[in-house]
């Protein structure tokens, strides 16, 4: 049973940093697609990052240039590094992996496994 656990949100200041991790248990990262979604208040949730098996990477234009994805293969964990952070990145920030159903889509999983979510404010 694939088990991912986001931490490191938090609360910060515009122009400010944050990193995300999302260990991963019952799933091998390097094995397929991973990713990072953000889902905004009233909003749908949002691919922000991901990255396939092979490493080729794919962000949001909302992420290019401010966030970092990446992973650790020995650490089973994927990370965000989030850099220059304004109000408008303010959401609960997901990572997924391709459910049993599931699959990869321009790098993104699709019909996806959850983590529980890591809440981002970002704030003056």
């Known amino acids: 049973q694939v088990h991912l656990v986001e931490s490191g949100g938090g609360s910060v200041q515009p122009g400010r940093s944050l990193g995300l991790s999302c260990a991963a248990s019952g799933y091998t990262i390097s094995s397929s697609c991973m990713g990072w979604f953000r889902q905004a208040p009233g909003k749908e949730r949002e691919g922000v990052a991901a990255?396939?098996?092979?490493?080729?990477?794919t962000y949001a234009d909302s992420a290019k240039g401010r966030f970092t994805i990446s992973r650790d293969d020995a650490k089973n964990t994927l990370y965000l590094q989030m850099n220059s952070l304004k109000p408008e990145d303010t959401a609960m920030y997901y990572c997924a992996v391709p459910s049993i159903r599931g699959y990869c889509s321009n790098g993104f999983p699709v019909i996806p496994d959850w983590g529980q979510g890591t809440q981002v404010t970002v704030s003056s």
């Open positions: 990255i396939d098996r092979d490493g080729r990477i």
